[in-house]
């Protein structure tokens, strides 16, 4: 169990957390999946490694956040941080990590030029819609459209 | 985060492209594929960049708290020669690892790999023009000695795999596992440099760490993500990559990547001189620590991909078995597995240079049983070398009482190009320099 005074440490994210981001994931989807964070790591550090953080307890990461800095998308010219992906160990849940880690990615977006901060959410997932409402995220006139494509029999869905 | 972007005047931004095209030929591969491998990415510029909004003040050493300096002449003469050495240190194993990469790149498993490579050689391209930029933005006559910018920049375009100043940037890649355990191990020690100096007293060396550090961060990446793609296949018996390989290859380069620290009992005049916040050793102890995890993390992407049905924390706790029995677990022996080589092991300068330690810290006394127990650990083609032939000469002049380790250190021969100074022209041979290194060689590194 973890300690109830764990130092707690929230630094920029390096090649050496994949392994801790894949544990955390593991815990939380209950899948590994190494290849697919090597791959967004990979991403994410070469953007800027600055806008994504991890959280480390007792030099140990707990939660990460990932995030980068766009413009000239979808007609948005006006630079914004957008956040992919976050996950917090369930064992450290509750003590406002996730608060932590992005109240230091928006310090740093908004050094960098961002006039706004965006991510997307499934609306069913009231754990995280309710964790961004906390945040200060509200609903954005943007509205994420699709179209669910029908895969010719015998074609696998990605 | 607010960078101001530079191009050099255009002779000097020419005679970087005329190197660039003899040195690194698929510059425009890469620019042609940028979108691919890179989409959404900014595009590659081949300029300086300089952080804005930087702290103005000096953070250490003897002037802390005084403004920093914006030219040459705002610094001591001595502040000015030592600075001047770093710089032209830094700008030398920037080019120089572009040569080093370009001999094995090819030799890539696939294609995301060798373009990684080759950003980070384009990144290290724009690193060198960056010293470059630091060179011929102020007037370094004063502690030069007289030469001039364009001098400096001649003699640092002219230098072959041979002749730069530190001497991770001397030696041959053998094989492409050489590119991504150089990205791994050699920009690592880069990445401390590099976040040392952005306390820098000389505030446009301080602005151009930031731009620098955020393309380290890649370089990492380069390195530690297809070694651990690596480490995966082995697990699968992969006939062509296996975990003693990379061992190797982690031997090859972590002596020379905790020498470009510069001795251990140095470092000094660095933070004394407001140039640097850590000591040489203080610096190689971090270091060692972050390699140590790395190694940790290979390994535990090795058993999990061995042994699929465990999970994160039998992994952990199989390693830590393994580690500390040095057995076995169901067929894998702590042999099979990575492990930090001794800080001692192959060192040919600073405290322990020219001792026989073996990589797992045992002490030889006999050099020939020595030089046996590093054929073993280091790859074939490097043991064929003429590296290893000139290391080998020096240690059994060290052992035999006829050479002192002072001298041994300085006897390592440098590929010196002699004449001309376009890099296409082969005037280049072997010479025995007086005195170590290369003018202005600094008493800590730098690296790429
Ligand atoms: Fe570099
Ligand atoms: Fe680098």
Same mark, same amino acid.
Request: proline residues 4%.
């Given at each position: 169990?973890?300690?109830?005074?764990?130092?707690?440490?929230?630094?920029?994210?390096?090649?050496?957390?994949?392994?801790?981001?894949?544990?955390?994931?593991?815990?939380?989807?209950?899948?590994?999946?190494?290849?697919?964070?090597?791959?967004?790591?990979?991403?994410?550090?070469?953007?800027?490694?600055?806008?994504?953080?991890?959280?480390? *307890?007792?030099?140990?990461?707990?939660?990460?956040?990932?995030?980068?800095?766009?413009?000239?998308?979808?007609?948005?010219?006006?630079?914004?941080?957008?956040?992919?992906?976050?996950?917090?160990?369930?064992?450290?849940?509750?003590?406002?990590?996730?608060?932590?880690?992005?109240?230091?990615?928006?310090?740093?977006?908004?050094? *960098?030029?961002?006039?706004?901060?965006?991510?997307? *959410?499934?609306?069913?997932?009231?754990?995280?819609?309710?964790?961004?409402?906390?945040?200060?995220?509200?609903?954005?006139?943007? #509205?994420?459209?699709?179209?669910?494509?029908?895969?010719?029999?015998?074609? #696998?869905?990605? | 985060?607010?960078?101001?972007?530079?191009?050099?005047?255009? /002779?000097?931004?020419?005679?970087?492209?005329?190197? $660039?095209?003899?040195?690194?030929? !698929?510059?425009?591969?890469?620019?042609?594929?940028?979108?691919?491998?890179?989409?959404?990415?900014? %595009?590659?510029?081949?300029?300086? /960049?300089?952080? +804005?909004?930087?702290?103005?003040?000096?953070?250490?050493?003897?002037?802390?708290?005084?403004?920093?300096?914006?030219?040459?002449?705002?610094?001591?003469?001595?502040?000015?020669?030592?600075?001047?050495?770093?710089? %032209?240190?830094? &700008?030398?194993?920037?080019?120089?690892?572009?040569?080093?990469?370009?001999?094995?790149?090819?030799?890539?498993?696939?294609?995301?790999?060798?373009?990684?490579?080759?950003?980070?050689?384009?990144?290290?391209?724009?690193?060198?023009?960056?010293?470059?930029?630091?060179?011929?933005?102020?007037?370094?006559?004063? &502690?030069?000695?007289?030469?001039?910018?364009?001098?400096?920049?001649?003699?640092?375009?002219?230098?072959?795999?041979?002749?730069?100043?530190?001497?991770?940037?001397?030696?041959?890649?053998?094989?492409?596992?050489?590119?991504?355990?150089?990205?791994?191990?050699?920009?690592?020690?880069?990445?401390?440099?590099?976040?040392?100096?952005?306390?820098?007293?000389?505030?446009?060396?301080?602005?151009? =760490?930031?731009?620098? +550090?955020?393309?380290?961060?890649?370089?990492?990446?380069?390195?530690?993500?297809?070694?651990? $793609?690596?480490?995966?296949?082995?697990?699968?018996?992969?006939?062509?990559?296996?975990?003693?390989?990379?061992?190797?290859?982690?031997?090859?380069?972590?002596?020379?990547?905790?020498?470009?620290?510069?001795?251990?009992?140095?470092?000094?005049?660095?933070?004394?001189?407001?140039?640097? !916040?850590? /000591?040489?050793?203080?610096?190689?102890?971090?270091?060692?620590?972050?390699?140590?995890? =790395?190694?940790? !993390?290979?390994?535990?992407?090795?058993?999990?991909?061995?042994?699929?049905?465990?999970?994160?924390?039998?992994?952990?706790?199989?390693?830590?078995?393994?580690?500390?029995? %040095?057995?076995?677990?169901?067929?894998?022996?702590?042999?099979?597995?990575?492990?930090?080589?001794?800080?001692?092991?192959?060192?040919? /300068?600073?405290?322990?240079?020219?001792?026989?330690?073996?990589?797992?810290?045992?002490?030889?006394?006999?050099?020939?049983?020595?030089?046996?127990?590093?054929?073993?650990? +280091?790859?074939?083609?490097?043991?064929?070398?003429? !590296?290893?032939?000139?290391?080998?000469?020096?240690?059994?002049?060290?052992?035999?009482?006829?050479?002192?380790?002072?001298? &041994?250190?300085?006897?390592?021969?440098?590929?010196?190009?002699?004449?001309?100074?376009?890099?296409?022209?082969?005037?280049?041979?072997?010479?025995?320099?007086?005195?170590?290194?290369?003018?202005?060689?600094?008493?800590?590194?730098?690296?790429?």
């Amino acid at each position: 169990m973890p300690e109830a005074q764990a130092n707690i440490r929230v630094r920029p994210l390096d090649e050496l957390d994949i392994g801790a981001i894949v544990r955390i994931d593991e815990r939380i989807t209950g899948i590994y999946r190494p290849e697919v964070w090597e791959q967004r790591v990979g991403y994410y550090l070469r953007r800027d490694p600055e806008a994504c953080r991890v959280a480390e *307890a007792d030099g140990k990461v707990v939660g990460f956040m990932l995030a980068d800095l766009r413009a000239g998308e979808f007609g948005l010219e006006e630079p914004g941080g957008w956040i992919e992906r976050f996950g917090i160990d369930p064992d450290w849940r509750g003590r406002d990590l996730g608060r932590l880690l992005f109240e230091a990615i928006v310090a740093h977006l908004k050094a *960098a030029g961002a006039a706004s901060v965006r991510t997307l *959410a499934d609306r069913g997932d009231t754990r995280i819609t309710g964790f961004l409402q906390k945040l200060g995220f509200a609903p954005s006139p943007l #509205q994420a459209l699709e179209i669910r494509l029908a895969q010719p029999p015998g074609e #696998q869905r990605r | 985060m607010k960078v101001h972007e530079i191009t050099l005047e255009k /002779k000097y931004h020419d005679a970087v492209e005329h190197w $660039r095209r003899h040195n690194f030929k !698929d510059y425009e591969l890469l620019l042609e594929n940028w979108d691919r491998y890179f989409p959404t990415d900014e %595009r590659f510029c081949l300029c300086a /960049k300089l952080e +804005l909004g930087t702290s103005d003040q000096v953070q250490v050493g003897e002037h802390r708290g005084e403004k920093k300096r914006v030219a040459p002449d705002e610094l001591t003469e001595e502040e000015a020669r030592h600075l001047l050495g770093i710089i %032209r240190a830094q &700008a030398s194993t920037e080019f120089g690892s572009i040569q080093q990469h370009s001999g094995t790149l090819e030799r890539a498993h696939d294609d995301q790999d060798r373009f990684w490579v080759l950003r980070v050689m384009a990144e290290e391209l724009r690193h060198g023009y960056q010293m470059i930029h630091l060179l011929l933005s102020q007037d370094w006559s004063k &502690a030069s000695g007289g030469v001039t910018g364009r001098e400096m920049v001649e003699e640092i375009l002219s230098m072959q795999t041979g002749n730069h100043v530190l001497d991770a940037f001397n030696l041959d890649y053998d094989s492409f596992l050489d590119n991504i355990t150089f990205a791994a191990l050699i920009d690592r020690v880069g990445k401390y440099q590099l976040t040392m100096q952005k306390v820098c007293a000389y505030r446009p060396m301080a602005d151009s =760490m930031p731009p620098m +550090l955020r393309e380290e961060a890649f370089h990492l990446a380069a390195g530690v993500i297809p070694l651990r $793609r690596w480490a995966k296949r082995a697990a699968a018996g992969d006939p062509f990559i296996t975990m003693t390989a990379i061992q190797h290859a982690v031997n090859k380069w972590l002596p020379r990547g905790l020498e470009m620290f510069g001795d251990e009992r140095g470092g000094e005049t660095n933070v004394k001189f407001g140039f640097k !916040d850590m /000591k040489n050793r203080e610096a190689q102890d971090l270091y060692l620590e972050e390699v140590r995890r =790395m190694i940790r !993390d290979i390994n535990a992407r090795f058993l999990r991909a061995r042994f699929p049905e465990i999970g994160a924390e039998q992994a952990e706790q199989v390693l830590a078995d393994l580690e500390r029995n %040095r057995g076995a677990h169901r067929g894998v022996r702590h042999d099979d597995l990575l492990r930090l080589p001794d800080r001692r092991f192959f060192r040919r /300068k600073g405290e322990p240079a020219f001792a026989m330690v073996g990589v797992d810290g045992e002490a030889f006394t006999d050099v020939e049983e020595y030089l046996r127990h590093l054929a073993k650990n +280091l790859n074939e083609g490097y043991v064929a070398s003429r !590296d290893m032939r000139n290391y080998a000469e020096a240690l059994r002049g060290v052992a035999a009482g006829t050479l002192a380790v002072a001298d &041994a250190v300085k006897k390592m021969p440098k590929l010196k190009r002699v004449g001309g100074t376009c890099p296409c022209s082969k005037g280049v041979r072997w010479v025995m320099e007086e005195g170590e290194g290369a003018p202005g060689a600094p008493a800590s590194g730098a690296g790429a």
